[in-house]
């Protein structure tokens, strides 16, 4: 009774807790420094009727070296400019590690490629562009972040993973591998970026294509802002693309006017630990395909004080995402969800503790979801609504406030529900979910209303090309 009575103890704080950051900084538009360097482009990029990439002569002209020197030599405070030189727009690259303070802007017109060659990128010889049960990644990042304090990636330009192109001397790409990998093993394949104990990093209006695997992974850091930036990736066949991942130990983060779509997670808050993920805002953003706005599936660390509000999500696979299981679960708790519009996907509200994908469902380290808070949130186009616990002791708590399918009964794809070991408070926002009973060990306090939910005519915009 002690757990019911805590939670419907949220409802006289749930107004005041909603549109609120809860990065504890003081957020503003960042700025592109004054440049230390500036590099002119010596390749052209080509189009090959898939991708942008380079001609096959370009393969062997990398422009590591002189971008790392660049990088070396500048003083804190500055940038490092990779710049259009008449035709020449795009440069290629093996692993690049940031200075302290030191930021890569990437100009308008301009396009970093990550080197094909998997040797350019190796941890050790032959571990980099194959399918093994090693432990360890096998590839480098394109770009390091490593504990420094200050830096950014910035600029207009693009940073292409080419995660879709055979990978040289071999007759596969890192997605091939990644499929390859389903079978057994793990894919060896780089990561974009990789920001570990990097204090107040930056992204800033860069896009972001085509990862062999996750875009970005920050970790163990404090202070993480992500502003105007775009992740573009295919919808299908990009296994492992995740968009923006916050992991275990971070704290003042903020994803703020950004549109992402890629082949999973658009973004996932990664709880494993040692250490909680805590004072997290997403804001202000558009999703498109992808696996959401996603919170595990490790949570073991801990996750904590995320607000997430004015999001679209159009046609992803989950909508709003919290995931784990009994191999790797944690405390997952304080995390509101304000003013989301979510339509066309195959799970609009996903909170599990049934995840399969990475492990079996039960085990010794259960999850628990507590103080959810789901306010202002309108669901569109069908599809299934989890509130899925692990047992009697590890439940899902939910608070639905304002929270309205608005085709209910019109849509041409049904809604569905799977509902067990949660607690389920209506609001005074009221909501027309219609919890399916009986369940397996839940609550429902106060039912199910009609309202007037807000439009999302205005907020599903297309994708910025």
């Given amino acids: 009774m002690h757990r019911l009575f805590s939670f419907i103890g949220i409802l006289a704080i749930a107004s005041s807790s909603v549109m609120l950051a809860q990065d504890t900084r003081t957020v503003v538009e960042p700025k592109i420094p004054a440049f230390c360097a500036k590099l002119d482009a010596h390749l052209t990029s080509v189009n090959d009727g898939k991708f942008n990439t380079l001609a096959p002569a370009g393969e062997s002209k ?49 396009t ?10 190796e941890v050790t010889p032959g571990s980099c562009g194959v399918v093994d049960s090693a432990p360890g990644r096998g590839c480098k990042p394109l770009i390091s972040v490593d504990h420094i304090s200050g830096a950014g990636v910035m600029g207009d330009g693009v940073i292409d993973g080419r995660g879709g192109e055979k990978l040289l001397g071999k007759n596969v790409s890192a997605w091939d591998l990644a499929e390859q990998a389903r079978a057994g093993g793990s894919q060896k394949v780089s990561r974009l970026i990789v920001a570990n104990h990097a204090d107040n990093f930056t992204l800033y209006r860069i896009t972001l294509k085509n990862s062999p695997n996750f875009h970005v992974s920050y970790g163990a850091g404090n202070g993480f802002t992500v502003w105007g930036v775009k992740i573009d990736t295919p919808q299908r066949l990009a296994r492992n693309t995740d968009g923006i991942d916050p992991g275990s130990g971070s704290k003042n983060i903020t994803i703020t006017h950004s549109y992402f779509r890629e082949g999973d997670d658009n973004v996932a808050i990664k709880g494993g630990g040692p250490g909680e993920l805590t004072d997290m805002t997403v804001s202000h953003n558009h999703f498109y395909w992808g696996h959401g706005m996603s919170i595990g599936s490790e ?167």
């Fill in 62 to 110: 990398p422009d590591t070296g002189r971008i790392q020197k660049a990088i070396d030599q500048c003083a804190k405070g500055h940038g490092v400019a990779l710049q259009v030189h008449g035709a020449a727009n795009a440069f290629l690259s093996g692993p690049l590690q940031l200075r302290e303070g030191v930021t890569l802007v990437v100009d308008k017109g301009v």
């Fill in 112 to 121: 970093l490629f990550e080197s094909l060659d998997p040797q350019a990128l």
């Fill in 299 to 465: 949570t073991n660390g801990g996750v904590s004080k995320l607000r997430v509000f004015d999001l679209s999500l159009d046609g992803p696979d989950s909508g709003i995402r919290i995931k784990s299981m009994g191999t790797r679960g944690g405390l997952v708790h304080d995390a509101v969800y304000d003013d989301i519009c979510i339509r066309n996907s195959g799970r609009p509200i996903d909170i599990t503790m049934a995840y399969a994908a990475n492990g079996p469902v039960k085990g010794p380290s259960p999850p628990a979801f507590r103080d959810i808070t789901l306010h202002n949130v309108r669901v569109s186009g069908g599809g299934k609504i989890l509130f899925d616990g692990y047992d009697h002791e590890h439940r899902a708590q939910i608070l639905l406030d304002g929270v309205y399918l608005t085709d209910d009964g019109l849509s041409p794809t049904p809604y569905t529900y799977t509902f067990d070991y949660a607690d389920v408070t209506y609001g005074p926002g009221g909501s027309n979910l219609q919890l399916p009973t009986p369940a397996t060990d839940v609550t429902i306090t106060g039912k199910p209303s009609d309202g007037k939910p807000a439009s999302c005519a205005d907020k599903f915009v297309p994708f910025p090309e």
